[in-house]
């Protein structure tokens, strides 16, 4: 397996640091835009690897993203931004927005290569959401941040892929739990359970270097989940 080059937007949050630390256990570089460097050494103990590269800027600020991407040339850029809120937030789509400008600036104007990227999106979003998705946890509590992540989606499935090339993850509720083997990877219009499924940080973290090294669902929006039923 090749070594790869991985920037992370969103490495000092729960689904971005698990992806972090996973690239590492498979032996990958990691480039990580963060505000606060050091949360980002928190998480490593009070001091980063030296396969880590810590850059520091705002993954919402077009400037800051291009920095990264002309300083860490990563082959693939994965996006774990979010936020725990409820609330109205465009955190997704403003990180979004500022990728896609990014990437098209160094293609266009500097003659980089297209970027590969993969973003961590909300679950619920597909064609067949569901009964209880739908009609009921949607309308009452989600909205907001699905709206948020449908343009973010939107936004990174504009471009023309010979200027990005994106992968869009959607997991099902997020946990805390242990990786596992059981994770499963189904395609965007898989029909939602009745019970909603769930899926660990850590098998998110998977599904995503999984797809960072096959890179086999290129231009495609995948749901991936531990378990439920």
Same mark, same amino acid.
Request: neutral net charge; glycine residues 8%.
């Given at each position: 397996?090749?070594?790869?080059?991985?920037?992370?937007?969103?490495?000092?949050?729960?689904?971005?640091?698990?992806?972090?630390?996973?690239?590492?256990?498979?032996?990958?570089?990691?480039?990580?835009?963060?505000?606060?460097?050091?949360?980002?050494?928190?998480?490593?103990?009070?001091?980063?690897?030296?396969?880590?590269? %810590?850059?520091? $800027?705002?993954?919402?600020?077009?400037?800051? +993203?291009? #920095? *990264? @991407?002309?300083?860490?040339?990563? =082959?693939?850029?994965?996006?774990?931004?979010?936020?725990?809120?409820?609330?109205?937030?465009?955190?997704?789509?403003?990180?979004?927005?500022?990728?896609?400008?990014?990437?098209?600036?160094?293609?266009?104007?500097?003659?980089?290569?297209?970027?590969?990227?993969?973003?961590?999106?909300?679950?619920?979003?597909? %064609?067949?959401? $569901?009964?209880?998705?739908?009609?009921?946890? +949607?309308? #009452? *509590? @989600?909205?907001?941040?699905?709206? =948020?992540?449908?343009?973010?989606?939107?936004?990174?499935?504009?471009?023309?892929?010979?200027?990005?090339?994106?992968?869009?993850?959607?997991?099902?509720?997020?946990?805390?739990?242990?990786?596992?083997?059981?994770?499963?990877?189904?395609?965007?219009?898989?029909?939602?359970?009745?019970?909603?499924?769930?899926?660990?940080?850590?098998?998110?973290?998977?599904?995503?270097?999984?797809?960072?090294?096959?890179?086999?669902?290129?231009?495609?929006?995948?749901?991936?989940?531990?378990?439920?039923?």
């Amino acid at each position: 397996m090749a070594k790869l080059r991985v920037a992370i937007l969103g490495a000092t949050g729960g689904t971005g640091s698990a992806v972090a630390k996973h690239a590492l256990e498979r032996g990958h570089d990691v480039h990580a835009l963060v505000r606060n460097v050091e949360k980002l050494e928190g998480i490593f103990g009070g001091a980063l690897p030296s396969n880590v590269t %810590a850059h520091k $800027g705002d993954a919402t600020r077009e400037e800051d +993203v291009r #920095a *990264l @991407l002309a300083s860490a040339s990563p =082959d693939v850029a994965v996006i774990a931004v979010g936020t725990s809120s409820l609330e109205k937030s465009t955190v997704c789509f403003d990180t979004a927005v500022a990728v896609a400008r990014a990437a098209s600036r160094s293609f266009y104007r500097e003659g980089r290569p297209r970027q590969r990227i993969i973003a961590i999106s909300g679950a619920g979003l597909g %064609a067949k959401p $569901g009964l209880l998705m739908e009609k009921i946890l +949607v309308p #009452a *509590l @989600l909205k907001e941040p699905l709206i =948020d992540a449908l343009q973010m989606e939107a936004a990174l499935l504009t471009p023309p892929a010979e200027v990005i090339d994106t992968v869009i993850v959607r997991p099902y509720r997020l946990t805390d739990g242990q990786a596992t083997t059981q994770w499963q990877v189904v395609p965007e219009d898989y029909a939602a359970p009745i019970v909603i499924r769930y899926t660990t940080r850590a098998d998110v973290a998977q599904c995503v270097m999984r797809e960072a090294e096959s890179w086999e669902h290129a231009g495609k929006i995948v749901n991936v989940f531990t378990g439920g039923v």
